[in-house]
């Protein structure tokens, strides 16, 4: 693998973090533009340099990556006194998404990369306005809030 191919990888998963970070910091939400940032181009990096080309490695690196990531997205779950209202499952999901589309740029799938973003998008930018007017339709429905 040559430097422009590795620098490609790392870019690229760096930019999709930074991307989705930005949605979350626009909101206000924990972690925004330098930790989903950091976790794609940590994620694509580990895949780099423990799996190289070599598949069975690449398996048993991702593995580690989407099993140990979801500690860091725990982070930012938090429950409120009363038990009822749960916030931070989307940024929880986002953190652990972004590993995942750095994983896949450090094994160097740019389709599944490029076609994953509409629905990223999809979600994150009509997921919140769907789910109110699902509530204000169906008052009766379980409220929470996974933001």
Request: aromatic share 6%; charged share 15%.
């Amino acid at each position: 693998m040559d430097t422009a191919d590795i620098i490609m990888r790392l870019g690229v998963a760096t930019l999709a973090g930074v991307v989705l970070g930005l949605n979350r910091d626009l909101r206000g939400k924990p972690t925004g533009v330098r930790t989903l940032g950091l976790v794609g181009l940590a994620s694509a990096l580990a895949v780099l340099i423990f799996a190289g080309t070599d598949s069975a490695n690449a398996s048993r690196v991702i593995q580690g990556i989407v099993t140990g990531i979801g500690f860091l997205g725990a982070g930012v779950i938090i429950r409120n006194d009363l038990g009822k209202r749960i916030h931070g499952l989307t940024t929880a999901a986002c953190v652990w998404l972004t590993a995942c589309i750095g994983a896949a740029c450090g094994t160097s799938e740019w389709r599944i990369v490029l076609l994953s973003f509409p629905f990223i998008f999809a979600v994150l930018i009509f997921g919140g306005p769907l789910e109110k007017w699902v509530h204000r339709h169906w008052p009766d429905a379980d409220v929470t809030d996974d933001d």
